[in-house]
């Protein structure tokens, strides 16, 4: 069993930051393909960023590259999102998620993910 625990969001102007993080049990976090998605208000829940076992392949939804920037800390089991320039239209809850069995991974997939955290709420005012 593996449980996810995020933090880090708050409200935040139109063009500022946050940074969020995921705290993750289990001793194997380093084999863990873990990623980034946001459910806005009234929509899907949509991929955001994702992360490989090190972090030499990451992945992020066009709309957020070269803003946010996903990355790990395996000494420390914790994952993070750092997000500057944020619109109003990120506002939504955030969620880690987690791969674990090393099958076939679909960073972007929601499907291929087998642990989910509670989220965290970002909110970007005008």
């Known amino acids: 069993q593996v449980q996810l625990v995020e933090s880090g969001g708050g409200l935040v102007q139109a063009g500022g930051s946050l940074r969020l993080s995921c705290a993750a049990s289990?001793?194997?976090?380093?084999?863990?393909?873990m990623g980034w998605f946001r459910r806005a208000p009234g929509k899907e829940r949509e991929f955001v960023a994702a992360?490989?076992?090190?972090?030499?392949?990451?992945y992020y939804a066009d709309s957020v590259k070269g803003r946010f920037t996903v990355s790990r800390d395996n000494a420390k089991n914790t994952l993070y999102l750092q997000m500057n320039s944020l619109k109003t239209e990120e506002t939504g809850v955030y969620f880690c998620?987690?791969?674990?069995?090393?099958?076939?991974?679909?960073?972007?997939?929601?499907?291929?993910?087998?642990?989910w955290g509670q989220g965290t709420q970002g909110t970007v005012s005008p």
């Open positions: 998620a987690a791969e674990t069995k090393s099958v076939s991974w679909g960073p972007d997939r929601d499907k291929d993910y087998d642990y």
């Open positions: 289990g001793r194997t976090f380093s084999s863990y393909r």
């Open positions: 992360i490989s076992w090190s972090d030499r392949n990451t």
